[in-house]
């Protein structure tokens, strides 16, 4: 017989079956939060640090581990993922002092939130470690047990305090309180573990702390023996995102038995070489990864093969922007434009530019965040080459292919080099010169500047234009005079500046005036002159004119034909004047200008004593007096002084703060 449902019925089922949709949708969802934060660590230089962190939260949050703000990444640096990913263990192996020591970070991280713990690291030398730092008295040894009995792993350390003892397991922190008692750590530190099972095998480490710092054991392998156990892994490679040219390490752990041999393959391609296959654990380091690719690990064992396979994918940098556009030029600047190249934003430009004409660096303009911009600081009527390359968040892009331009032209900023005069009758001269050092653009002529009268303004002075020509003649000039001659150069922008003036006397025959007339001190006695000689003469003589200051009278010295001459005799720490002529068989030229030099400072000591007593100088205490006197002087002790000394600094002169150095005295 079949029963209908009554009206009543019908709505009260319809409202449970509401009930539970809304309680099955209603499920409560959560931010990560931590639940083993890590904590600070002093290590050794060449030992271990292992940093824990596990997190939880719905859904599962993942851990990831960060130095300075990005991931770890370094052929040091380990990170051993554990529950599902909410947990991972940052293991740096072997310590470095000083680049490891730093502020870590554990991020947990899932669609509700994320959270951020820090660790510092410290890490000391030998040499550097406090009393007390731990030591490992007695570390674990290789052993083999057999499955379902109980093995013993044991450790013993020393320290001050007494350090607390832990371990690990395959670089994994070991839980004994999650074993439901079946592992526990014995009071001497050793780690006893029954009923050991297939999963028991592994590396151990013990690990002893103390307030001073943290020290690690050796390694020992626990081998648990079964009978038959296939290949499995305990620890599958995981997949990473890298920049252009960066390191990443993929480890790849398997276990059975027997052990299971372990290889890396990329595509066909063996990337372990099959007489140096390891057992158990492998870690494939890759280094300058330019290219995405899927590498797989290969377990096998005489019961099985295997795979796992990690996709290292490598971020892109930016492509290179278009060709830069010339859109406007002075003298000193270019400004260009330029098409970004790069369909995402970019986070700035970087200008890189070079003269054309110069050896040497190039020069770069960074953080530019706009497709225009004007390169300032050029030099005039120069070439320049000009790339543009893009940077984002991995790094800096190809550069974009080049633009060659030209500044415009200024005056020129230096004037002709090297102006020399002559006469080739008695009325007519020749002057000739060379280029500007920094000419700023094409030389379109010569300005010559000539006069009896040099101290009267230039603009008053006679003028003879030059059409792009290193020399000239200047005609009609009165006899047996001097005139004053100076040179500038023009492009079509202005003038440059002015020469230094030269003399040319309207003698036929005679030399012009000797160049580059230079004067430097040698000692405190001498000062060396050189110069260049007049072009296209036949120099007999130089007569130079020199004199102390600008009060006393000028001394004449004559000497053969040379380029350099050496006055002696000099006072010490007193500027002199000097001109120099050339003599021909004809006639003395005209004088250079004044060139003045002071000779170096004397550095002698004078002996003294009061007049009453006699003595040695050979103490070394040290006094001050008010000194006057010079070179052969007697010089005055103040009252009560009794001792004997030198009286150093400058000789010559009064008023002067001497630095006396006393010695004991015997009267005679």
Wanted: glycine share 8%; hydrophobic share 35%; proline share 8%.
């Amino acid at each position: 017989m079949r029963i209908l449902p009554s009206p009543g019925m019908s709505a009260l089922v319809s409202l449970v079956n509401l009930l539970s949709v809304l309680l099955i949708g209603c499920v409560a969802e959560s931010p990560p939060v931590f639940i083993k934060k890590p904590v600070d660590q002093i290590g050794v230089s060449g030992g271990v640090a292992s940093f824990v962190c596990q997190a939880t939260g719905d859904p599962k949050p993942r851990v990831t581990w960060n130095k300075k703000g990005k991931k770890v990444n370094s052929q040091r640096f380990e990170t051993i993922e554990f529950d599902e990913s909410a947990g991972a263990v940052l293991r740096i192996q072997p310590l470095r002092t000083p680049r490891d020591e730093n502020i870590y970070e554990c991020v947990a991280q899932n669609p509700h939130g994320e959270v951020t713990v820090h660790a510092k690291l410290t890490v000391l030398r030998e040499d550097q470690l406090p009393p007390g730092f731990p030591n490992i008295d007695m570390g674990p040894q290789l052993k083999v047990v057999e499955r379902t009995r109980t093995a013993t792993m044991l450790c013993a350390a020393s320290g001050n305090p007494d350090p607390e003892i832990t371990w690990f397991k395959d670089f994994l922190p070991v839980d004994p309180s999650a074993s439901n008692g079946r592992i526990k750590q014995l009071r001497s530190g050793g780690l006893q573990i029954e009923s050991s099972e297939e999963t028991d095998q592994g590396k151990y480490e013990c690990v002893a702390s103390n307030s001073a710092g943290v020290r690690y054991s050796s390694p020992a392998n626990l081998y648990v023996r079964v009978r038959r156990v296939a290949p499995r892994f305990s620890i599958l490679p995981v997949s990473h995102e890298i920049m252009p040219g960066g390191n990443v390490n993929i480890t790849c752990v398997a276990v059975g038995s027997p052990m299971p041999y372990v290889k890396w393959m990329q595509g066909a391609e063996d990337l372990t070489p099959e007489d140096d296959m390891p057992v158990g654990r492998n870690v494939l380091e890759l280094t300058d990864v330019k290219d995405s690719a899927n590498y797989t690990c290969v377990a096998m064992s005489s019961l099985g093969v295997i795979e796992a396979v990690a996709q290292i994918t490598v971020k892109s940098l930016p492509k290179a922007p278009g060709t830069p556009v010339v859109t406007e030029t002075t003298a000193t600047s270019i400004t260009i434009t330029w098409d970004s190249g790069n369909p995402d934003p970019v986070s700035y430009y970087v200008i890189e530019y070079k003269s054309k004409s110069q050896d040497g660096p190039y020069q770069i303009k960074e953080d530019i965040t706009t497709t225009r911009y004007s390169i300032g600081g050029l030099s005039p009527n120069s070439e320049y080459e000009i790339w543009v390359s893009a940077v984002n968040s991995i790094g800096q892009g190809p550069p974009s292919e080049s633009v060659v331009t030209r500044t415009g032209e200024q005056a020129p900023a230096s004037a002709p080099r090297n102006v020399q005069g002559r006469m080739l009758s008695s009325t007519t001269m020749i002057i000739q010169w060379e280029e500007p050092v920094e000419p700023n653009g094409q030389i379109r002529g010569y300005r010559v500047y000539y006069t009896m009268e040099p101290d009267q303004p230039v603009s008053n002075w006679q003028k003879h234009n030059v059409d792009d020509s290193l020399l000239t003649t200047v005609g009609s000039l009165l006899e047996d005079e001097t005139y004053t001659v100076r040179v500038l150069a023009f492009t079509s922008v202005g003038d440059g500046p002015l020469s230094d003036p030269i003399q040319v006397k309207t003698q036929q025959g005679v030399p012009g005036q000797p160049m580059n007339f230079r004067a430097e001190a040698k000692t405190e006695t001498s000062i060396v002159l050189s110069w260049s000689p007049p072009r296209q003469e036949i120099i007999v003589k130089y007569e130079l004119l020199y004199k102390e200051g600008d009060h006393t009278r000028e001394v004449l010295r004559n000497f053969e034909p040379t380029t350099s001459f050496t006055v002696e005799g000099l006072k010490p720490n007193t500027e002199y004047v000097f001109r120099l002529a050339a003599r021909s068989a004809l006639g003395l030229g005209a004088f250079t200008p004044e060139v003045r030099e002071r000779t170096l400072q004397s550095s002698r000591c004078l002996s003294f004593s009061h007049p009453s007593l006699r003595g040695r100088q050979s103490g070394s205490q040290r006094w001050w007096a008010q000194g006057y006197g010079a070179v052969g002087q007697m010089v005055a002790v103040p009252r009560g002084f009794t001792h004997l000394g030198l009286l150093c600094g400058e000789v010559g002169g009064a008023g002067h703060l001497w630095d006396l150095a006393p010695s004991p005295f015997t009267p005679r």
